[in-house]
Each structure stands twice: as structure tokens, then as C-alpha cells.
């Protein structure tokens, strides 16, 4: 019981177990000893590592195969075009060129002016016109004009009609203009039932023989399913016409004139008759119109293709063209076409994965000819660049040589398009780029509104005296040059309406202004011919006794204030149109203007800054890109395949070697440093770099490898929990599985602190009690001295029958256990008090215990038979002194002894007296023994009187004075009558009074109790 408690280490055939506390890795495995090769477990750590890189690289090469596959590979890449959507929304808009310039038709000028949308030709002609004379520098039409309107009628008088042919107005204007460019789109739709072979030919030849067959009769004689073609068999049979019509119009000599309506339906039409088929004949027309329109855009907007073997991204199937004349066949197609100076597609190609726009394609082939987009056509129009200054290298990028000598690097995506750089925010009420309303152009072309009030009357007044004198003289001053629009009475307070206007939108207080001028100048040419013609007139009715003198003095009156009037009236507006003039061209000469329906919602797009973005924008958005240079490029794809790999990588070594929280927390930095970077690489650099498939990877790579720690450390918990759940306390055993490092099989030496105790003369007190009740007496004082010890931090080692080992200072390090074990001695004799008392109270006789500590080095470590039963312990001789100590206490029939390194470890937070020097068993070297009486600042289990008494004899004892030293140890035990050590100090200073010991006696005396 009092023995050498302790095992010895296992052999060197021991099998693996675990270690607690490698750096990275908790929880490993490793060989007790060193094998003979003389590695150590130092390797274990090390392959830990290896495994969670090992999961990461697994974690790495499983997200490239996600990447890989449609399904997952399709939800990845939605997942990264909402983090670039983001990236667009938090970054800075980009740098926005004032050359570029939105025209925007919108509900404000379509209100305002009375029009209805789709405005018509002539319209856009007035705008086509009034830009060109502002000196824009390239005017965009994002316009399809599909649908021909010839002609229209309007009423501008009693009995007359104004007259508008608007697509010749159009194709004037543009043609006047020179540098307008046109939209024209095209459908890569398939033909059923395929592009080729021989059954679409069968068809194309049947159709073009006999256009009044239907669809079954077709697909029988072409020898093909009805079911194939009877949906769009009239679509089908469109195509092929047109297609059969461009053919012989490009094999028609240019002598032969222009292909004729007649000629095609005679040859197409069995037994012709105008009057019966004339369906027949009108698509035959349509067709021919549209031939001829593509032929005009082949001419006017194809290139030659600036790149070798380059393959269409979209198979240009059917062109539609723009200005289709459907009535008189080539004539609109070929003026506005020819008159135009480019034509450019607007086909937009959302993301399938979210139908978001976000890139357009410059250039498309077909049949070995380039057909730009029509922004990049704008663009290059405004930079100077020809077809010739273009060279494109597919997939990668176009080369442009600018007018000034410069090259222009635009970069090209993996399919050959560009990502659109999007400017501003994407509100409507706060649009990118300049913007200028449609209805602000329109004012400076057009006048029919009101003027002010004070205007207004004296005009009343003037028209008053013209009506008068048409009355009496019809056939000078005919009632029709009386009349007035209706209009301007509804407006009579116009001129304050323009003022308010301009406070609140400048581009509105233009268009009021320039209606007001526009007004008064038509009311000074009414007033004018007035007067011009009423002067003679009112002679002559004065002369004629037709009025009255004073009547013709107050007519001709009326007539000169109008005049003066409108005059004061005309003049500031003149100037204010001049102004206003002078500021539209300061803003649209040299520019870039492209006009559409950028304000009334019918040309729409989902974009990553909102759902709903005016098609007219996305074009000036690309043109701003040419303009600045500025373009988004993306990285290569081994850029992104290394980003995911060393993501991956490095989260799975951050995890094997950091500390859970520290692990966890590193990873939220790295990933918001790598949002961070791709943020900054996108805003700055414009690299659009994949950022969701590396963030992924090191979630997944955290979340595994994590698991992969967890999994091996939470074997450790539940051995450290088996192990010392019983014998810390909570806070002990929490520290412990937090941080395993405290604990090693291997072995490692510690300054501890051994706590051992023992119940005296409990042999004789057990033979007393049956077997039941001497386990629950011992369970009972076990219980009350273990909640002692583990309260101050103490670990119980083992329990030897009514014995205890405990040790402070390990498995954790205790900075000071020597004082932790004094509190907890001394918390023993307090709970040792108590529990005396209840056996009082029970009739039972009190415990003595004696209490052994010791201080020094040690070994501590995990030992025991593996995977059977393992315990950790502390092996030294410091170990054997602590259960010397104990046993010595019989001999002195003291208390609580301690050696001197425990007493020097706790002697500012204890009071203690020296004991004395003795040799325990099997220990050459002498031990000096304290005994602990108390805590500094607290109750002393013996009196000061006791102790200063005592402590100057033990001083002239150590100076062999033997008869001084007995009389201050006898006053002691005056004082203290039970003192074991003054009783024996009494003994020996008789002993040696009567025998002085030989010289040289060094004061050690010899315990031999064990």
C-alpha cells in the first residue's frame, strides 16, 4: 500500500496506442519506444497531414468534376454568375465617354407630344435629321423596322390633307445624313427537317414549282412525312421561296434588270390568274421585297471575313432586314439600305442558366462573310476603324488599328464573345451616359403649342379685328386665314408651365421653351398678314361708313398692340432657342447617338443590374467600351483550375495544423481575403476571375477535413473522459479535451507536485466493521477527501485501499501546484474536521490521517496493458519520497510533511515549521521535512506561541546547545502538549546530553517506517 506506486514502461513490443498533443493532430498513433530503425513518432504528425491535404486534393479534384458535368457543372456556373452580378453591383460604375449618347423614346415625350408608339418613319426621319444637323458623329437606329408604311394621311385644315410618305422621308434622311446605322436581326432557328439533304431539296423544288399546294400534298410529292413540316409548313414554304429568289437573283445577270413579280408566279403557279391567286401573287412580292433587302445588307453591312477558318458562332439561318418594302418591292430596302451607312444585328443570347444578358457577339459569319453586331459596328465607326483594320483571332481576341495609328486590344471569351461592362446603376431615373428624351429633338423641329397669357389675349384681340373685316370684305381676308387650332386654347398658360418645368427637368423646359417659340412665330406670321391686309381694309370701311371712326382707331389699335406684343414675345424666345440650340450641339456633335425605346419598356432585357434594362442601353454600354478602352477579360481556365487546387490545399493544412477556433477563423479570413482579391482583380483590372467553385472548395475542404480531425481526435476525448472523468473535476477534465496536448504515452518529464494520504490506524479500525460497512465507510471518507483535492485542481491518480495518490501539476501544467496540493492538504483536514464530526454524531470514534507532499521532477505518461486497461501516472523517485513522507508523519505524529522543494514552492502562501533532516528507506540523500500548519493569512492548526517557542529551540538544538534547546522544547509542549516532534526533540537533547554525538554529526536521523 505504501509501496512504489507506479508501473514500470511498457516493453519495446508493445503495440501502438495513442499520443495526445502532436502538433496539427491531437489524437495519432504511434509506437511506444522507438523501433530499432530509430525513427520516432515524430513521422506520426506528419502523416495526419498528409491525409487531410490528402482530403483536400480529393475535395479539389471533386469540384473539377462537378465543374465537368451538365447537371452540377450548369448549378455552379449559375452560382458564379450571381457572385460577378454582385461584384457588378458593389464595384464603382466604370468610367462613362460623353460621346456616347442615349436618345431615348420615352412615355414623358410620347405624352407630351401626343405620339403613339411605334413612332412613325417621318418622325424618325426628323430625328435622323435634327442629329445630323447637331454634327452627331454616328447616328444608331436600334429600330427594326419591319412592317412597310408607305404613306399616311393626316387633316391640317378645312378640307385639307397633309401627306406623308414616311419610308421615303426615312430613306431621305438617312441617305442626307451618311452615317446612320441600321438594326437588323437574324434566326438560327433550324429548317425541318434539316438544314440538308436530299429531302429538303425534293421539298425546296416541289414548292417553288406549284406555290398553291398545302402541306400534305407538298410532303407526298417531296417524298416526306406530313408530320414532319404540316406545323410551319407556310413558314417553311417562306423560306424556301426567299431563299429559291435570292439564288436567282444572284445568278441574274445585272443587264436582265430586276426580277419580275410575273416571272416568278407564271413559272410557280399552274394556270396563273391574277384575279384568282392573289395570295400567291402578294407572297411572291414579299418575297422578292425581302431578297432584295438582303442583298442590300449583304452589300452594306457584311465584311470580309477578317479571320481565318473562323466557324459562326450562330448559324445565320433567315435574315431579317431592315426597312422591308412589301408593297414596292426594293425600292425602300434599296434607297434606305444603300443610303445608310451600316447595318448591324441586335440578336441578344441571355445566359441559359438564368436568362441574364450579359455579353454580346461582335461578329457572326456566314457563307464566308462577317456580319457585325451593332454596337461594335457603331463603334468602329466612331473610332475610324474599316474592315481592314480588323484582325480577329477566334476565341481570344480583336485586334483594331484606330484613325489615330493606335491598336485596340479587345478580349474575346471562350465562345468568341464580349462581357458587357455594365455602367451606372441601372435606374431608370438615373440612366448612364448622357440621355436626351426623343421629345427634346422633336421640339427643335416642330411647334404647335401655346403661348402666355398676356400673349394670348392680344392675339384674341387681333383675331377678333380679322374676323370683323373677313365679314365685310370675304373675298379680301377669306375666313379660312381667321382660323385657329383649337390647341392653343388649352394652353394658355404655357409660358409659366415652361419655367415650373425647367426648375424640376431641364430636358423638359427645353421641349416647353422650343414649343413656345415655335408658337409665337406661327402667331407673328398670322398677325402680320393681318395687319398688312386690315390697314387698307379699315380705310376703306371708314370711308364706306362701315364703321365707325372710333370703331377703325380701336380695331387698327387692337391690331398694332398684337403686333407689338408678339414682337417683345418672339424676341427672348429666338434667343432662348439659339441657346438651347447652341447646348444640344455642345452635347451630340461628334457623338455617338443611339436612339430606341429606352423609356416605354418594349425593349427590355434582364441584366445583372436589374431585370428590366432598355435595349437601346446594353448598345451604349458596349459602344462605351470600345470608346474607353475599358474591357472585361477572363482568366484563363488554368488560372481558376489552380485557384480551386490551392484553396483546397490550403484550408486543408490550415486545418490540420491550427487549433479548431483558430482553424475556423483562419478559413473566414482566407475566404474573405479571396473575395476580397476576385473583387478588386474585377473592379480594377476588369479580370472576371471564377470565384464560387474556389470558395466552395474550401468550405467542403474545411468541412471534411474537420470531420477527418474531429473523427480521430473524438477518440482521444472519449480515452482522456474514460480515463480521467473520475479523478479531475469538471474544469480539469474540460481543459484536458480541449487542449490533449497534456497527456503522452510516451513519457515526459514534469515538475509535479505528489499528493499522498493515508488514514492511521485504520487495520485495526476495518476489523471492527463487517465487509458492506467498511466499503461504505471508505467510499464515504474517499468521497469527502476527493472533492477536496479535485477542488483545488488535484488529479486522483489511484485509490489503495483507504490510501490516496493524487497529482497537481499534471496532466496539466500548474504553475503553482505546490500550492494547490498545501490547499488541498489542508482542505482535507478541514473536510476530515467535518467529517469527524458526523461520526460523533453517529457514536464512531474520530479519523487521524497523515498526509505526505512532495515536489520535483517526474515522469508522467500513460501506462498499462493496451487496449486493455490504461492509466496515467507519475514515476520517479519524487513519487517514492511523497509515499516516504507520509509514512514518516507515524514516526513524528505529525500531520501533513512536506519535502523542501515543496516548501519552497509554497512558502509565501503557507505556514509551515521544519520537522526535521532524516533518511527515508532506500534513499541515501537526506530529506528536510516541513510540516504544514496552516495558510498565510488564515487559521492555524497550532498556536504562534507553540511555533516561535518551538522553532528557537530546533535553532539551538541545530547548535547542539542540548539543555537550552529541552527547556525551550518542553515550554512547546506546554503550550502544545500533543506536539509529536518537541516530544521527540525532548528525547534526543536527553539522550545526547548524556552522549554527545561524535563531531562531524550532521544532524540526519534515520526513519525506517515505511
Given at each position: 500500500?505504501?509501496?512504489f506506486?507506479?508501473?514500470?514502461?511498457?516493453?519495446?513490443r508493445?503495440?501502438p496506442g495513442?499520443?495526445?498533443?502532436?502538433?496539427?493532430?491531437?489524437?495519432?498513433?504511434f509506437?511506444?519506444?522507438?523501433r530499432?530503425?530509430?525513427?520516432?513518432?515524430a513521422?506520426?504528425p506528419f502523416r495526419?497531414?498528409?491525409?487531410?491535404?490528402?482530403?483536400?486534393?480529393?475535395?479539389?479534384l471533386?469540384?473539377?468534376?462537378?465543374r465537368?458535368?451538365?447537371?452540377?457543372?450548369r448549378?455552379?456556373?449559375r452560382?458564379?454568375?450571381q457572385?460577378?452580378?454582385?461584384?457588378?453591383?458593389?464595384?464603382?460604375p466604370?468610367?462613362e465617354?460623353?460621346?456616347?449618347?442615349?436618345?431615348?423614346?420615352?412615355?414623358?415625350?410620347?405624352?407630351?407630344l401626343?405620339?403613339n408608339?411605334?413612332l412613325?418613319?417621318?418622325e424618325?426621319?426628323?430625328i435622323v435629321?435634327?442629329?445630323h444637323r447637331?454634327?452627331?458623329?454616328?447616328?444608331?437606329?436600334?429600330?427594326?423596322?419591319?412592317?412597310?408604311?408607305?404613306?399616311s394621311?393626316k387633316?391640317?385644315?378645312?378640307?385639307?390633307?397633309?401627306?406623308?410618305?414616311?419610308d421615303?422621308?426615312?430613306?431621305?434622311?438617312i441617305?442626307?445624313a451618311?452615317?446612320?446605322?441600321l438594326?437588323?436581326?437574324?434566326?438560327?432557328?433550324p429548317?425541318?427537317?434539316?438544314d440538308?439533304g436530299?429531302?429538303?431539296?425534293?421539298?425546296r423544288?416541289v414548292?417553288?414549282?406549284?406555290l398553291?399546294l398545302?402541306a400534305?400534298?407538298?410532303?407526298?410529292?417531296?417524298?416526306?412525312?406530313?408530320?414532319q413540316?404540316?406545323?410551319?409548313?407556310?413558314?417553311?414554304?417562306g423560306r424556301?421561296?426567299?431563299?429559291?429568289?435570292l439564288?436567282?437573283i444572284?445568278?441574274?445577270?445585272?443587264?436582265a434588270?430586276?426580277?419580275?413579280?410575273?416571272?416568278?408566279?407564271?413559272?410557280?403557279v399552274p394556270g396563273?390568274d391574277?384575279?384568282v391567286?392573289?395570295a400567291e401573287?402578294?407572297?411572291v412580292?414579299?418575297?422578292?421585297?425581302?431578297?432584295y433587302?438582303i442583298?442590300?445588307?449583304?452589300?452594306h453591312?457584311?465584311w470580309?471575313c477578317?479571320a481565318e477558318?473562323a466557324?459562326?458562332r450562330?448559324?445565320?439561318?433567315?435574315?431579317?432586314?431592315?426597312l422591308?418594302?412589301?408593297?414596292?418591292?426594293?425600292v425602300?430596302?434599296?434607297?434606305?439600305?444603300?443610303g445608310a451607312?451600316?447595318?448591324g444585328f441586335v440578336?441578344?443570347?441571355?445566359d441559359?442558366?438564368?436568362?441574364?444578358?450579359r455579353?454580346?457577339?461582335p461578329?457572326?459569319?456566314?457563307d464566308?462573310?462577317a456580319?457585325?453586331?451593332l454596337?461594335?459596328?457603331?463603334?468602329?465607326?466612331?473610332?475610324?476603324v474599316?474592315?481592314?483594320?480588323i484582325?480577329?483571332?477566334p476565341?481570344r481576341r480583336?485586334?483594331?488599328r484606330?484613325?489615330?495609328?493606335?491598336?485596340?486590344?479587345?478580349?474575346?471569351?471562350?465562345?468568341?464573345e464580349?462581357?458587357i461592362?455594365?455602367?451606372?446603376c441601372?435606374?431608370?431615373?438615373?440612366?448612364?451616359f448622357l440621355?436626351?428624351?426623343?421629345?427634346?429633338?422633336?421640339m427643335?423641329?416642330?411647334?404647335?403649342?401655346?403661348?402666355g397669357?398676356?400673349?394670348?389675349?392680344?392675339f384674341?384681340r387681333?383675331?377678333?379685328?380679322?374676323?370683323?373685316?373677313?365679314?365685310?370684305?370675304?373675298?379680301?381676308l377669306?375666313?379660312?386665314?381667321?382660323?385657329v387650332?383649337?390647341?392653343l386654347?388649352a394652353?394658355?398658360?404655357?409660358?409659366a408651365k415652361a419655367?415650373?418645368?425647367?426648375?424640376?427637368?431641364a430636358?423638359?423646359?427645353?421641349?416647353?421653351?422650343?414649343?413656345l417659340?415655335?408658337?409665337?412665330?406661327w402667331?407673328q406670321?398670322r398677325?402680320?398678314?393681318?395687319?398688312?391686309?386690315a390697314t387698307p381694309?379699315?380705310?376703306?370701311?371708314r370711308?364706306?361708313k362701315?364703321?365707325?371712326?372710333?370703331?377703325a382707331?380701336a380695331?387698327?389699335?387692337?391690331?398694332?398692340?398684337?403686333e407689338t406684343?408678339?414682337r417683345q414675345?418672339?424676341?427672348p424666345?429666338?434667343?432662348?432657342?439659339?441657346?438651347?440650340r447652341?447646348?444640344?450641339?455642345a452635347?451630340?456633335?461628334?457623338?455617338?447617338?443611339?436612339?430606341?425605346?429606352?423609356?416605354?419598356?418594349?425593349?427590355?432585357?434582364?441584366t445583372?443590374?436589374?431585370?428590366?434594362?432598355?435595349?437601346?442601353w446594353?448598345?451604349a454600354?458596349v459602344?462605351?467600351?470600345?470608346?474607353?478602352?475599358?474591357?472585361?477579360?477572363?482568366?484563363?481556365?488554368?488560372?481558376?483550375?489552380?485557384?480551386?487546387?490551392?484553396?483546397?490545399?490550403?484550408?486543408?493544412?490550415?486545418v490540420?495544423?491550427a487549433?479548431p477556433?483558430?482553424?475556423?477563423?483562419g478559413?473566414?479570413?482566407?475566404?474573405?481575403?479571396?473575395?476580397?482579391?476576385?473583387?478588386?482583380?474585377?473592379?480594377?483590372?476588369?479580370?472576371?476571375?471564377?470565384a464560387?467553385?474556389?470558395?466552395?472548395?474550401?468550405?467542403?475542404?474545411?468541412?471534411?477535413?474537420?470531420?477527418?480531425r474531429?473523427?480521430v481526435?473524438?477518440r482521444?476525448?472519449r480515452?482522456?473522459?474514460q480515463?480521467f472523468g473520475?479523478?479531475?473535476s469538471?474544469?480539469?477534465?474540460?481543459e484536458?479535451?480541449r487542449d490533449p496536448?497534456a497527456?503522452?504515452?510516451?513519457?515526459?518529464?514534469?515538475?509535479v507536485?505528489?499528493?499522498?494520504s493515508d488514514?492511521?490506524?485504520f487495520?485495526?479500525?476495518s476489523?471492527q466493521?463487517d465487509?458492506?460497512d467498511q466499503?461504505?465507510?471508505?467510499n464515504?471518507?474517499?468521497t469527502a477527501m476527493?472533492e477536496?483535492?479535485?477542488?483545488?485542481g488535484?488529479?486522483?491518480n489511484?485509490?489503495?485501499g483507504d490510501g490516496?495518490m493524487a497529482?497537481?501539476g499534471?496532466?496539466?501544467v500548474?504553475?503553482a501546484a505546490?500550492?494547490?496540493?498545501a490547499?488541498a492538504a489542508f482542505?482535507c483536514l478541514?473536510?476530515?474536521?467535518?467529517?469527524?464530526a458526523?461520526l460523533?454524531?453517529?457514536?464512531?470514534?474520530?479519523?487521524?490521517i497523515r498526509?505526505g507532499?512532495?515536489?520535483g521532477?517526474?515522469?508522467?505518461?500513460?501506462?498499462?496493458?493496451?487496449?486493455?486497461?490504461?492509466e496515467?501516472?507519475?514515476?520517479?523517485d519524487?513519487?517514492?519520497?511523497?509515499?516516504?513522507?507520509e509514512?514518516?508523519?507515524k514516526?513524528y505524529?505529525?500531520?501533513?510533511?512536506?519535502?523542501?522543494?515543496?516548501?519552497?514552492?509554497?512558502?509565501?502562501?503557507?505556514v509551515a515549521?521544519?520537522?526535521?533532516?532524516f533518511?527515508?528507506?532506500?534513499?541515501?540523500?537526506?530529506v528536510?521535512a516541513?510540516?504544514?500548519?496552516?495558510?498565510a493569512?488564515g487559521r492555524?492548526?497550532?498556536p504562534?506561541?507553540?511555533?516561535a517557542?518551538y522553532?528557537?529551540a530546533l535553532?539551538l538544538?541545530?547548535?547542539?546547545?542540548?539543555?537550552e534547546a529541552e527547556?525551550?522544547?518542553?515550554?512547546a509542549?506546554?503550550i502544545?502538549p500533543?506536539d509529536g516532534?518537541?516530544k521527540l526533540?525532548?528525547e534526543r537533547c536527553a539522550?545526547?546530553?548524556?552522549?554527545?554525538p561524535?563531531?562531524?554529526?550532521?544532524g540526519?536521523?534515520?526513519?525506517?517506517?515505511?
Open positions: 500500500m505504501r509501496g506506486f507506479g508501473s514500470r514502461p511498457a516493453g519495446p508493445s503495440r495513442f499520443v495526445f498533443g502532436r502538433p496539427g493532430c491531437p489524437v495519432s498513433m509506437r511506444l519506444r522507438r530499432a530503425s530509430g525513427r520516432s513518432h513521422e506520426v495526419h497531414r498528409a491525409a487531410g491535404l490528402v482530403i483536400a486534393l480529393a475535395v479539389a471533386g469540384i473539377l468534376a462537378l465537368a458535368l451538365p447537371g452540377t457543372g448549378l455552379l456556373r452560382l458564379e454568375l457572385a460577378l452580378d454582385l461584384r457588378f453591383k458593389l464595384r464603382a466604370p468610367l465617354d460623353p460621346r456616347v449618347v442615349n436618345i431615348d423614346i420615352d412615355d414623358h415625350s410620347l405624352r407630351n401626343r405620339l408608339f411605334p412613325t418613319r417621318t424618325y426621319a426628323r435629321g435634327v442629329l447637331l454634327g452627331a458623329g454616328t447616328i444608331v437606329l436600334d429600330v427594326m423596322f419591319r412592317d412597310a408604311t408607305p404613306w394621311a387633316p391640317v385644315g378645312a378640307g385639307r390633307l397633309e401627306i406623308a410618305r414616311h421615303d422621308n426615312l430613306a431621305s434622311a441617305a442626307s451618311g452615317n446612320v446605322h438594326a437588323w436581326s437574324f434566326s438560327d432557328e429548317l425541318p427537317p434539316g440538308a436530299e429531302a429538303l431539296a425534293r421539298l423544288s414548292v417553288t414549282r406549284d398553291t398545302d400534305a400534298e407538298a410532303a407526298r410529292r417531296a417524298g416526306i412525312e406530313e408530320n413540316i404540316v406545323g410551319f409548313f407556310e413558314a417553311l414554304r424556301l421561296l426567299k431563299e429559291h429568289l439564288e436567282r444572284r445568278q441574274r445577270p445585272p443587264e434588270g430586276a426580277l419580275a413579280v410575273d416571272e416568278v408566279v407564271r413559272a410557280a396563273y391574277p384575279e391567286h392573289v401573287t402578294r407572297r412580292q414579299e418575297a422578292i421585297a425581302e431578297a433587302s442583298l442590300a445588307l449583304d452589300r453591312s457584311a470580309p477578317p477558318g466557324h459562326p450562330y448559324v445565320i439561318r433567315e435574315i431579317v432586314p431592315p422591308r418594302d412589301f408593297n414596292s418591292g426594293p425602300v430596302g434599296g434607297a434606305a439600305s444603300a451607312a451600316g447595318a440578336n441578344a443570347y441571355q441559359e442558366e438564368d436568362g441574364v444578358l455579353r454580346i457577339l461578329l457572326n459569319v456566314r464566308g462573310r456580319y457585325p453586331h454596337a461594335f459596328r457603331a463603334a468602329c465607326a466612331a473610332l475610324g474599316t474592315p481592314d483594320r484582325r480577329v483571332e476565341r480583336i485586334v483594331l484606330v484613325a489615330d495609328g493606335r491598336f485596340l486590344e479587345v478580349p474575346l471569351t471562350a465562345d468568341g464580349i462581357r461592362d455594365w455602367a451606372g441601372g435606374d431608370r431615373e438615373r440612366p448612364p440621355h436626351i428624351p426623343v421629345g427634346a429633338l422633336l427643335l423641329d416642330r411647334a404647335e403649342r401655346d403661348v397669357i398676356n400673349t394670348l389675349a392680344a384674341d387681333a383675331r377678333a379685328v380679322a374676323v370683323f373685316l373677313s365679314g365685310l370684305f370675304p373675298a379680301a377669306p375666313p379660312r386665314e381667321t382660323e387650332p383649337g390647341a386654347q394652353l394658355a398658360d404655357a409660358e419655367s415650373e418645368a425647367a426648375q424640376e427637368d430636358w423638359e423646359g427645353m421641349e416647353r421653351r422650343l414649343a417659340r415655335g408658337h409665337a412665330d402667331m406670321e398677325v402680320d398678314f393681318w395687319r398688312s391686309r381694309l379699315l380705310e376703306a370701311a370711308s364706306q362701315k364703321i365707325g371712326a372710333e370703331d382707331d380695331a387698327q389699335a387692337a391690331l398694332d398692340e398684337a406684343i408678339l414675345f418672339v424676341a424666345h429666338r434667343e432662348r432657342e439659339s441657346s438651347i447652341r447646348e444640344f450641339e452635347r451630340i456633335r461628334g457623338s455617338v447617338c443611339i436612339v430606341g425605346a429606352g423609356g416605354t419598356g418594349h425593349d427590355v432585357h434582364a445583372p443590374l436589374v431585370q428590366a434594362y432598355p435595349g437601346p446594353v448598345l454600354n459602344v462605351n467600351q470600345f470608346l474607353t478602352g475599358r474591357f472585361l477579360r477572363e482568366a484563363p481556365e488554368l488560372w481558376n483550375l489552380a485557384a480551386i487546387v490551392f484553396c483546397a490545399l490550403g484550408v486543408g493544412l490550415l490540420t495544423i487549433e477556433v483558430a482553424s475556423a477563423a478559413v473566414l479570413a482566407a475566404g474573405a481575403a479571396w473575395a476580397g482579391l476576385c473583387h478588386a482583380l474585377f473592379a480594377y483590372r476588369g479580370l472576371v476571375i471564377d464560387t467553385a474556389p470558395a466552395l472548395a474550401m468550405c467542403l475542404a474545411y468541412a471534411l477535413v474537420t470531420a477527418y474531429q473523427l481526435e473524438g482521444g476525448r480515452l482522456i473522459r480515463i473520475l479523478f479531475v469538471d474544469q480539469v477534465l474540460g484536458l479535451v496536448k497527456i503522452t504515452l510516451g513519457g515526459q518529464k514534469r515538475v507536485t505528489v499528493f499522498f488514514i492511521a490506524g487495520t485495526a479500525l476489523e466493521l465487509p458492506q466499503i461504505r465507510f471508505v464515504e471518507y474517499l476527493s477536496a483535492i479535485m477542488r483545488e488535484g488529479y486522483i489511484k485509490y489503495i490516496i497529482l497537481f499534471a496532466p496539466l500548474r504553475p505546490a500550492v494547490d496540493a490547499r482542505a478541514d473536510a476530515l474536521d467535518r467529517f469527524n458526523a460523533a454524531h453517529r457514536g464512531k470514534a474520530p479519523l487521524r498526509i507532499l512532495s515536489t521532477e517526474v515522469v508522467v505518461g500513460l501506462v498499462g496493458a493496451l487496449g486493455k486497461k490504461l496515467y501516472t507519475a514515476m520517479g519524487i513519487v517514492n519520497l511523497g509515499a516516504r513522507l509514512a514518516a508523519s514516526a505524529k505529525t500531520t501533513v510533511l512536506m519535502n523542501e522543494a515543496c516548501y519552497a514552492g509554497c512558502r509565501n502562501a503557507v515549521r521544519e520537522v526535521d533532516r533518511r527515508v528507506p532506500g534513499k541515501a540523500v537526506p528536510r516541513y510540516e504544514l500548519v496552516g495558510l493569512g492555524l492548526r497550532v504562534k506561541e507553540f511555533l517557542a522553532e528557537e535553532r538544538y541545530a547548535s547542539r546547545r542540548w539543555s527547556a525551550l522544547f518542553r515550554r509542549l506546554a502544545h500533543d516532534p518537541s526533540y525532548v539522550r545526547f546530553q548524556a552522549e554527545p561524535p563531531e562531524g554529526w550532521d540526519v536521523a534515520e526513519v525506517t517506517v515505511k
